[in-house]
RNA sequence: CGGAGCGUAGCGCAGCCUGGUAGCGCGGCAGUUUUGGGUACUGCAGGCCCCCGGUUCGAAUCCGGGCGCUCCGACCA
């Protein structure tokens, strides 16, 4: 993307009704646009960012074993009813008339849609087990909505749903739903600590809520020290066992948030933080397929209710989640899984041939090498655009200048560390298409 | 939902008390200048002063009603 070209409103100044980094910062490096309390227009360098995390989201998914589809925001009050919650969500939920008069809401959650389709479709045990997710806007009628897109009224979520024939197939679904989840999050180059949870509204009695620690996180949480050496994609198993070992041991190390913590039980080593929610999971059991009608013929003929669970990542949360644990003064440090760009070619001096020249090859080669790469080709003082790059938070900026030039090197910056090394442009050619 | 505020240029704000030509900084545009971490200067453009009603010769300003947004608390991916 060349800079003169990119929708990029970027801001010196603060907005005054951003209280939290995260949103400041999302608002400065022109990400969003609020549009009313609580919903937000993502703008393009967002919307990158939004899809980096998708579909890192969708990889692991994949590979856990659940396949993707899509379904409505807008669903029918009627399927709610089945399940008894058209009455028991309450004002949070946004209830919509259309022009016939039929009552429809705009979804908070999908565990009736889904389990309305997959009772049309499915019923025999051979088909089982099933998971089925999607990700997908959801609006909750928050009684007050803050903190930007962290704590919006629409937002992106990725939600999905197992069906099992018995208890252990249902447990092992949320085994492979755990492993998946802390791989997904060590991905974005975040730790995130699963913790007991309280099931809530949505019911069940096994659940965790996946937690990053941030120093600025809305809820104490408390850890043991071991969490912070753990390295989940170097040891984790695979999806093809049973995963038994894997999951006793990751939730016999204690983690507990505010409200579960007990200092009885808590070990020596422990770490007091702040965190952010990011996931939740839950195994709940028969609590709608029972009253929805969600059943297949068993081994033997007879009818039997399957065992669901529902897990879901607040992916448009963790955008700011990430900033949140990852920024300084001057910007956002994008880890480089989630940055909308990896490489940011900087040209000092536009109208300098030779630098245009050089960042204008280093661009095109870092393009057919697949690299995702900015340049800015804006007629702007170095200053703006040093801050500029930092600001948004690109992992790695390459200066192009007249001065380097004239020795034939190009200056490397890393933003997480902001260490910058001079190097030949051959070889810092090498280095960043390695990135791509 | 209880409490507290705020709506004036894209952003941050002053003006309102005490009614009389709508301002400042940043940003934008043009130019000069500068050129390796948000340069300086000059000029220009940009406003249904949230909306509706009332008072008044005259309302951004006073009064009434509405809408929107924010903050603090109780609740939440």
Known sequence: MRMSQFFLPTMKET???????????ML????????????????????????????????????????????PTIQSADLWRESGRYEAYGKEMLRITDRHEREMLYGPTNEEMITDIFKT??????????????????????????????????FLMKDNYSFDLDREGAELSYRKMFLAYLRTFARMGLKAIPMRADTGPIGGDL??????????????????????????????PGYDSDLKDFFAKYTNIYAATEEMHDAAKAPADLVTARGIEVGHIFYFGTKYSAPMGAVVAGPDGSPVTVEMGSYGIGVSRLVAAII???HDEHGIIWPEPV???????????????????????????????????????????????FADMDLIGVP??????????????VELKRRATGEKRELSVEAALAELTARG
């Open 15 to 25: 907005p005054a009704e951003a209280q939290i980094v995260s949103h400041r910062l």
């Open 28 to 71: 400065r490096a022109g990400m969003i646009r609020q549009t009313s309390a609580g919903i937000y227009a993502w703008l393009p360098l967002g919307w990158r960012v939004l899809q980096k995390i998708s579909q890192i989201v969708r990889e692991e998914q994949d590979a856990a074993g659940a396949q993707e589809l899509l379904m």
């Open 121 to 154: 479709f499915v019923k025999s045990y051979k088909d089982l087990p099933r998971n089925l997710y999607h990700i997908q806007w959801k609006f909750r009628d928050e009684i007050r909505p803050r903190f930007g897109v962290m704590r919006g009224r629409e």
């Open 207 to 236: 659940s965790h809520e996946f937690i990053i620690l941030a120093e600025t996180g809305e809820s104490q949480v408390f850890c043991d020290k071991a969490w912070l050496d753990l390295d989940v994609l170097a040891e984790a």
């Open 324 to 326: 949140e644990a990852s």
């Open 339 to 385: 940055a909308p760009f990896t490489v940011a070619i900087v040209n000092l001096k536009i109208d300098d041939a030779d630098c245009a020249r050089v960042s204008g090859d280093l661009y095109a080669k870092l393009q057919s090498a697949g690299v995702d790469v900015l340049l800015d080709d804006r007629d702007e003082r170095p200053g703006a655009k």
């Open 396 to 409: 790695w900026q390459l200066t192009v200048g007249p001065r380097g030039l004239k020795t034939g090197v």
